[in-house]
């Protein structure tokens, strides 16, 4: 058996062996030393390709994607620096929990470390940030190593999804030539059964009898209670979340990537302006807890973060799904593992609960329905930041999902985004918080069919511009609303602001780009607002069009900063003219 045959039914089995594992996409960025894996992904009926260009666009279009169909995505790049583009998209991967299958190819062992083009140290190139990393042997046809190639493809696969699902990474040194022939008879080998290798039942976690009756008889008196979600991607979690919060009496604070804040479940207990009213230290005083469970990761919103830090000698639980410990806030916290939705059926189910007090949650209702009435108060200048996110959510279609990028966006949906009977789905990339990739990571999840609306700022449109390659070339489906307040609005906000001598330069940024053109080069239809009215026009006859539809909103920074605190102020004054 020749070099050639070799390689092509090595490859061929451990591609093979991805989908009979249940992988259905490659994002594959060309280039010579990845050919014996690209080809094979090519040729292979059960897998869907994905050609992205540039390396980190391609792997957050992964990262997109497979946080939409929560489901293992692979990568396949040639060597050297194409491989290392990944490592930005791998990051937010491992802390956002998604799971990526990263095959990187690689110079043999003998052009390592001797001066080689392309050849860089990829073996654990990733570090702690893949769960798992393997450097795959040379190519070898024997049934022993088609074997060994099976076996680490199902593994690959397995190890992204189980427990937190997350990045891994498999290095493959290649000898030229390193065209495959798939001429060849039987390359897929199908006399083998068609399951995986190497199958695997995994049952769901969830506590026993006797701990779920402890733990209801450590909550049985804790009239106060309330339960925070955070980012989190289970579909079936709202509506046990709130059937469980309806039998206690207790609130549930909802981050707007939580998947609670919007669908057909029953939304009475539901919090989620509590961003806009927990900023005063008298208000959070008023509601300290007598205990928070809190499911997901921690929210966005700093001012719960300042909540839980006011309140440091409330009891906390923290429910992780299987493994973890993400309490930022450095409180004492007991950690629960076991999935969410299962922990609340079963709390619910139970024949034993917890003390109610009526008042407890009126109270946390009231201060909502006063920051939602001021929220909404239209008013007549030209359109901020906030409106433009509140214009969004009242024309965004039923059946879609949002993507919102991070800075200023992530803060104006959490504020504008009220409860909806629209089935909604709300992504982001929250696990390292960049802004980096936010245009690919969109435009993975429209490759799943779905119709995507991302949210975000100039500097993040700008920083992934070059993403809006794989809309024109796929015809992907997606509508952009850029915000644009020319520069880093974020920083409006924050003390580096009272510096005058270096705020514009250091932090402000301004790019002073005319975003218009960018979006003609890559075949998309754009249209500017001015007002919240014409925003939303706007962004109704984007829907209509199938394609990549880019609207933008100028805004001023220190108009939309003025804006807000107005907001915050009359919101803050009212509770508190309530409270007496």
């Avoid at 030393?33 to 792997?59: C, F, G, K, Q, Y």
């Amino acid at each position: 058996m020749d070099h050639i045959e070799v390689l092509t039914r090595y490859t061929a089995n451990f591609i093979d062996e991805l989908t009979r594992s249940g992988l259905t996409d490659a994002i594959i960025s060309p280039g010579s030393r990845s050919t014996p894996l690209a080809i094979p992904a090519a040729e292979n009926e059960n897998i869907r390709e994905w050609v992205i260009i540039d390396e980190r666009s391609a792997a957050f279009f992964a990262l997109g994607m497979a946080k939409k169909t929560k489901q293992p995505v692979a990568l396949i790049c040639s060597s050297g620096t194409a491989a290392a583009n990944y490592f930005p998209a791998i990051v937010e991967a491992k802390y956002s929990r998604v799971p990526l299958v990263v095959l990187t190819a690689d110079r043999p062992h003998e052009l390592r470390d001797v001066g080689a083009p392309q050849a860089i140290e990829q073996v654990k190139l990733y570090g702690d940030y893949v769960k798992w990393f393997h450097e795959m042997s040379l190519p070898e046809a024997s049934p022993e190593m088609l074997n060994y190639a099976r076996s680490k493809a199902a593994r690959a696969v397995f190890t992204a999804k189980e427990g937190n699902p997350g990045p891994v990474h498999l290095n493959f040194p290649f000898r030229e030539p390193l065209s495959p022939n798939f001429s060849l008879e039987n390359v897929w080998d199908t006399s083998r059964e068609k399951n995986s290798f190497a199958p695997v039942l995994k049952g769901k976690k969830r506590l026993t009898k006797e701990q779920l009756e402890e733990l209801i008889g450590r909550l049985r008196n804790k009239k106060k209670g309330i339960f925070v979600c955070g980012p989190q991607v289970d579909e079936d979690f709202a509506g046990q979340i709130t059937k469980l919060a309806v039998k206690w009496g207790w609130p549930v604070l909802a981050d707007p990537l939580s998947q609670v804040r919007a669908g057909s479940h029953h939304k009475g207990p539901v919090i989620e302006s509590y961003d806009a009213f927990l900023r005063n230290e008298d208000i959070r005083k008023e509601l300290k807890p007598d205990v928070i469970v809190r499911f997901g990761a921690m929210p966005v919103s700093k001012p719960y973060l300042f909540y839980v830090k006011q309140h440091k000698d409330v009891q906390q639980f923290v429910v992780e799904n299987d493994s973890g410990y993400r309490e930022p806030a450095g409180n004492r916290t007991e950690i629960i593992f076991a999935e969410a939705s299962l922990l609340c059926e079963d709390l619910e189910a139970s024949e034993q609960t917890v003390d109610r007090n009526e008042d407890w949650l009126s109270k946390w209702l009231q201060m909502n329905r006063i920051s939602k009435k001021l929220l909404m108060e239209k008013g007549d200048k030209e359109i901020t930041e906030g409106e433009a996110v509140r214009g969004l959510m009242e024309v965004i279609p039923d059946n879609s999902t949002i993507y919102v990028g991070n800075s200023m966006a992530i803060r104006d949906l959490d504020t504008f985004f009220l409860t909806t009977d629209k089935n909604l789905s709300v992504l982001g990339n929250r696990g390292a918080n960049g802004i980096d990739g936010m245009v690919s990571s969109a435009l993975g999840a429209a490759a799943s069919g779905t119709l995507v609306t991302l949210i975000l700022g100039d500097l993040s449109f700008f920083h992934d511009m070059n993403g809006l390659l794989a809309a024109k070339h796929y015809n992907l489906n997606i509508t952009i609303l850029v915000v644009n307040n020319n520069g880093g609005g974020i920083f409006s906000f924050l003390p580096q602001s009272k510096d005058p001598k270096h705020f514009e330069a250091l932090f402000g940024t301004p790019l002073d780009i005319d975003f218009k053109e960018a979006v003609s080069m890559y075949g998309g239809k754009y249209a500017a607002a001015e007002t919240e009215e014409t925003l939303k026009i706007a962004l109704k006859n984007s829907y209509l069009y199938h394609g990549l539809s880019v609207v933008e909103v100028k805004t001023d920074r220190t108009e939309n900063l003025n804006w807000h605190k107005q907001k915050w102020q009359a919101i803050e004054q009212e509770i508190l003219s309530e409270m007496g």
